[in-house]
């Protein structure tokens, strides 16, 4: 009796905690401005390849989030409000590495698919994510997991992409039917307090961006003469 006792406490405690869909939005839609270090890789497994990106990103809230990728290929990507994915990475002729999300064959999201998948999540727009996928939800507010399943079953489309996270998401996974593997990790996640902070630091982005750019065609110049 004494554990029966202790198992309906413990069923009891998990229910309270448990995430309903429309609260984890409203946890999401409290997601404060912030900058975090950012790994992608893609594996492919047919021909056994992985492919690893990393860099940095930067949210804020209903305004503009961006990626400052530093290897394979330094590129600078920012979504509009309206949705626009934009490379902004100064032009490169010499630069022929693929980008590291860049929609291939693979049936795994490209750039503009992810970032919109991200900025609604973290957004708590849960009204733009139904209209693509349909959401499992478990967990809490300290660690939940979401499942969504593509609405659209086509072949060329994920099978399953996968979001965890607590007060900030952590991770993005999406399988294709081949079961090649896309994972993308949020990590040393910086909340940005002052409000001018994100455009200070996106101008910031931009410009070393460009600096690092000079100073590799300047060397290449200089190796040519």
Known sequence: MKYLASGL?????????????????????????FQSQIEQSRWLEEAQIRVHASGQMLFTPYETMAWR????????????????????SPQDDEATATPPLEKSDDNLP?????????????????AALKKSYHLLLEGDR??????????????TAPKKLTLKGG???????????EDNKL??????????????????????????????QDSEHGTGNENKD
């Open 183 to 212: 994972t993308l990790e949020l990590s040393d996640h910086h909340r940005l307090v002052n409000a001018e902070g994100p455009r200070y630091l996106f101008q910031a982005l931009q410009e070393e961006a460009l600096a690092q």
């Open 69 to 88: 990728w530093v290897s394979p290929v330094p590129r600078l990507l920012v979504l509009e409000k309206a949705g626009q994915l934009l490379d902004l």
């Open 9 to 33: 406490l413990l069923l009891c405690s998990l229910h309270a905690q448990a995430f309903e869909l429309d609260e984890w939005g409203e946890w999401q839609a409290a997601t404060p401005a």
């Open 110 to 126: 490209g750039e503009q698919q992810i970032a919109t998948l991200l900025m609604h999540a973290l957004s708590g727009d849960l």
């Open 167 to 177: 007060r900030f998401i952590n991770e993005l996974t999406a399988i294709s039917s």
């Open 142 to 155: 300290d660690a939940w997991e979401i499942i969504l399943l593509p609405q659209d079953r086509s072949e």
